[in-house]
């Protein structure tokens, strides 16, 4: 069965980067959406960003556009998140998650453990 294992997390000051990874085992990725959540305390979790199967479409929140940027290399089954510009109010906790489309169902099994993000001076 999929299990999807996140890493790359850690603690960076404002204006840093930090690349995130969300490895799939189990199953291919192939044929499925990746999308990366985060929950930061006291909030909801909120999806971030999505891309499709092929990695040829992919959407983003307001909040991230232009510093982060998702990608995936199918053959390592493996799909990424790299943040530039961090902000303080990007500290949460983030999970990748993988979907039968962007905003669709996910699918059995389908959530990470999450990694934590921490952007602090």
């Known amino acids: 069965q999929l299990q999807l294992v996140e890493s790359g997390g850690g603690l960076v000051h404002p204006g840093g980067s930090l690349r995130l990874s969300c490895a799939a085992s189990?199953?291919?990725?192939?044929?499925?959406?990746i999308g990366w959540f985060r929950q930061a305390p006291g909030k909801e979790r909120e999806g971030v960003t999505c891309?499709?199967?092929?990695?040829?479409?992919?959407n983003y929140i307001d909040a991230v556009k232009g510093r982060f940027t998702i990608s995936r290399d199918n053959a390592k089954n493996t799909v990424y998140l790299q943040m530039n510009s961090l902000k303080p109010e990007d500290t949460a906790v983030y999970y990748c998650?993988?979907?039968?489309?962007?905003?669709?169902?996910?699918?059995?099994?389908?959530w990470g453990q999450g990694t934590q993000v921490t952007v602090s001076s």
């Open positions: 891309i499709n199967s092929k990695g040829g479409s992919t």
């Open positions: 998650a993988a979907q039968y489309y962007c905003s669709g169902p996910l699918v059995p099994n389908g």
């Open positions: 189990g199953s291919t990725l192939d044929y499925y959406a």
